[in-house]
């Protein structure tokens, strides 16, 4: 049998009491570990997260807290190659692909160690500047910040087991309050491996920060009014949450990041062989391609201009003919597994439904695997799908409807009239909301103009003009600097933006007083 | 047969098919008039504030829609004799009480005319600076707040038909979303009638502003992703609206105000007969009979130390003594009617359920009323009761739960162990989040302390020391200027707060771009 992970919960570690569920290698097929959390106290885990860890988090200032996360930081680089094996093993990752969730966390969490540090040494955060509440300036209304006296539930996804933790961790631990985190059973190894480290370093206080890997069963049961629950995953499971009494009888405050139908524009008047045209070309089949597919963020619909789209659809098919895929452990695979069985067939029947509604421009199925077997491993090839013209943009509503989340996405032809781009932003709106949508131009003015257009339908808007090709953090990456979310089908949901991520573990309050009341604050 | 309201939808004005709810003086018991909202064709009409209002809302500028703000406020002043006679027809309040409703309403539409006129010729707002995205600062991360492309719905409570409607429609409009409000139907005649004469002036665009009075039935329904509801009243209601599925399937943003249990905190010495402890007095015996209690704002527990338990029961009961009960007609009457029979019944039944863990201080049910018939009129005198000792606020959990909404409240003792307030906060958290305390002392220090220590369950801590004797703007009067809302049990919304009222209208947006392009927004 293999290893039964234990949880870190009620101050202490601990394995459940069941059999357990076993984690496997989406490559080889191969057993790994084993996760439970039969017979766990819920009520006495939370209770103690709540009691301990939160009041020990409060009593620290946002610079103490700043400094454990710089701690943790070191101790996650000091352990990094681990974590890659673990990654190598659990998610069937390429090292480049590795890097993005491993690196990207500990960069997440380095990032708001500085942040938090400019805080200083206080408890609170002061929100904006006092107001007259008269023409006397004795009686005032001051806004502060404080942390939320309950405990942050973290549900997290499978695709991302150490930046999925750390982006949401770090500004919980800076705002003061304690992190219960259940990552997704198919690759909880990681995220147990980096709680673990940082727990036996002994950096945060006991009850700071607990981990259940397993079934969640029973854990949004335990919420209370003063706790939040931040969830990454799918819409099914979203709107279970959404409706779980304790968000609608107690006001329990949720943070979802659900299915996002993000998309790419060429704008118009980039012919093909321009900048912008193979800047934008390149970055649809990273994009594609980076961990096969399986990022929230991922462009699964490619918008360009009618007259361009068998120019695109051959460019971006032959970079797709250069993507290796097989074992992440050959240095010659370029892209590596999906996550599991469960996650091969769903995007195989994904695929079937968008043929439904769109012709396969580029192929993946087919091509040989390298140093897998293609009986156990979960390695599928890149896909470009299209749907012919722009009257098939209109009429083919699965391409804007459908988030499949593999190495898959569809070409996506507008009318550019009077070079507008109205159709192109029209088409994009049917996503319902998404987390990011990227344009690709030379032309400033243009550029500025479509990002405001499509702005309120999107968390972020990336923009990648010839000036920064070399700049640019590229469409699916996550800055911590920036608002990380989307509207309607994404989710609602509001996370990272540099220190706006902390007004989620925060309530704003109006202290109405006199200004002597105001100065001992 | 009394008249039947027109409801102003899809454009136009137009009465329900059925018999329509009849709407009754709370004092005399006559018949006023009707309101329905059958057959109305609300996709239809959804469609039409979202399309026609929605875009004619946007192609304005904050300045513009600031400027009609004004307008509004103009034609409201013009008209405001005609709502007091309504208000004390429909509400059956005091001038005093009326006023509250009607100039509270015109106050804040006013403070949002000028608040907006401050963010100019604009179509979003620039929210923060800049950030770099690497050590190369050609490449940055811009956010903005763009308005939402949906609209606002409101379903309002039947205590402030005027504010109600004016502190949500104020920023919704200045922010360019077309509102769609659904008065409470016992009082919603006042809405009615000061839509319609908005309305009729012709001041904003066609399909910015909509009334449907009557039934909500099929309201929800008509939600989008990008549409907004918000709403006020009971928690029963607000657990229907946050499980609806545009909620929690298509992520409609909610803003719920509901439930609050709200505290007055007289802190340790401050003896009786000092000014602290008169102006606690005072403000407790005010708020507790300001429209016959019937303020989401309103003082339900009356936290004292145990050893001025009896001095403050006899001093706040005699100042409940003076207040006169009946028909706001009549000069001599301090406090009116509660707004219906079936909230005369609610306030009964409430009483006798607090009663079963407290003992009566003043009695307010035995009180003659002034030139109102006890058959008819749903007045009802103010009721102080009293838990008795420190043990008795420990053990009566009604108290802290139970939000009986008329002139009621309750007396709750405690510790004062080396004059420490630890008790009294651990009293007040278990409201389990309200919208407002207040605080009365005359120690600058401890007064910033206690605050801090209840912040985080409160939307607005209120501080009356004897320096803002005369000035503070009182405990249960919400100002525009400051958050409205409070976490766990009153909703988890914020509403007000200024120019923060207008982030629930917009959709917050990360623009990663080079600085040509953040050049051209």
Same mark, same amino acid.
């Given at each position: 049998m293999t290893e039964l992970?234990?949880?870190?919960?009620?101050?202490?570690? !601990?394995?459940?009491?069941?059999?357990? *569920?076993?984690? *496997?290698?989406?490559?080889?097929?191969?057993?790994?570990?084993?996760?439970d959390a039969t017979g766990l106290d819920l009520a006495a885990g939370f209770g103690f997260a709540r009691a $301990?860890?939160?009041?020990?988090?409060?009593?620290?200032?946002?610079? !103490?807290?700043?400094?454990?996360?710089?701690?943790? !930081?070191?101790?996650?680089?000091?352990?990094?190659?681990?974590?890659?094996?673990?990654?190598?093993?659990?998610?069937?990752?390429?090292?480049?692909?590795? %890097?993005?969730?491993?690196?990207?966390?500990?960069?997440?969490?380095? *990032? +708001?160690?500085?942040?938090?540090?400019?805080?200083?040494?206080?408890? @609170?955060?002061? %929100?904006?500047?006092?107001?007259?509440l008269g023409k006397d300036p004795l009686f005032q209304s001051q806004h502060i910040l404080s942390p939320t006296r309950g405990v942050a539930l973290f549900i997290n996804a499978f695709n991302f087991p150490s930046w999925g933790l750390w982006e949401k961790a770090a500004p919980a631990l800076l705002s003061g309050v304690p992190v219960i985190v259940k990552p997704a059973t198919a690759t909880a190894w990681l995220t147990q491996r980096m709680v673990k480290d940082v727990v036996d370093a002994g950096i945060f206080p006991v009850g700071a920060l607990s981990i259940v890997c397993g079934s969640s069963a029973g854990l949004? %049961?335990?919420?209370?009014? @003063?706790?939040?629950?931040?969830?990454?995953?799918s819409a099914d499971t979203a709107a279970v949450i959404r409706s779980h009494p304790v968000v609608t009888q107690r006001s329990v405050r949720v943070n979802i990041e659900a299915d996002s139908v993000n998309s790419a524009v060429l704008l118009p008047g980039e012919a093909a062989g321009t900048e912008a045209f193979d800047l934008f070309v390149k970055e649809v089949a990273r994009e594609m391609t980076v961990k096969s597919g399986q990022k929230c963020t991922a462009i699964r619909r490619i918008l360009v201009p009618e007259a361009l789209y068998h120019a695109a659809a051959q460019a971006i098919s032959a970079r797709l003919a250069k993507t290796t895929v097989g074992n992440p452990r050959n240095e010659a695979v370029r892209m590596g597994a999906l996550v599991s069985r469960a996650q091969l067939v769903a995007v195989r029947e994904g695929l079937d439904y968008l043929k439904g509604q769109a012709t396969v421009l580029h192929d993946g199925s087919t091509a040989a695997l390298v140093d897998a077997d293609p009986a156990v491993a979960c390695c599928v090839g890149p896909t470009l799908l299209g749907v012919g013209n722009a009257d098939g943009s209109d009429t083919s509503d699965r391409v804007h409807d459908t988030e499949v989340f593999g190495p898959v996405a569809t070409l996506v032809p507008y009318r550019t009239t009077d070079n507008s781009i109205a159709h192109a932003v029209a088409l994009v709106r049917r996503g319902q909301g998404s987390l990011v949508t990227s344009l690709y131009g030379s032309d400033p003015q243009a550029l500025a103009w479509a990002a405001r257009e499509l702005a309120?339908?999107?968390?972020?808007?990336?923009?990648?003009?010839? %000036?920064?090709?070399?700049?640019? *953090?590229?469409?699916?990456?996550?800055?911590? !600097?920036?608002?990380?979310?989307?509207?309607?089908?994404?989710?609602?949901?509001?996370?990272?933006?540099?220190?706006?991520?902390?007004?989620? +573990?925060?309530?704003?309050?109006?202290?109405?007083?006199?200004?002597?009341?105001?100065? $001992?604050?």
């Open positions: 992970l234990p949880n870190y919960f009620n101050g202490t570690w !601990q394995t459940g009491t069941g059999a357990g *569920t076993v984690l *496997t290698d989406p490559v080889l097929g191969t057993e790994l570990v084993r996760v $301990q860890g939160g009041q020990a988090l409060r009593a620290l200032t946002y610079r !103490q807290r700043a400094a454990m996360l710089a701690a943790a !930081q070191k101790v996650l680089q000091a352990n990094r190659d681990a974590y890659y094996d673990i990654a190598t093993a659990n998610s069937g990752t390429v090292k480049n692909d590795t %890097d993005v969730d491993v690196d990207g966390g500990i960069f997440t969490l380095g *990032t +708001y160690a500085k942040m938090g540090e400019s805080l200083g040494d206080t408890h @609170f955060i002061m %929100d904006g500047d006092a107001a007259r949004m %049961d335990q919420l209370q009014p @003063f706790d939040v629950v931040s969830f990454t995953g309120d339908s999107h968390g972020r808007v990336h923009i990648i003009s010839p %000036d920064v090709a070399a700049l640019h *953090t590229g469409h699916g990456n996550v800055m911590p !600097q920036s608002l990380h979310g989307g509207p309607g089908r994404a989710g609602g949901g509001e996370e990272l933006g540099g220190l706006r991520a902390l007004n989620f +573990y925060h309530r704003r309050t109006a202290i109405q007083a006199s200004t002597a009341v105001l100065g $001992q604050l």
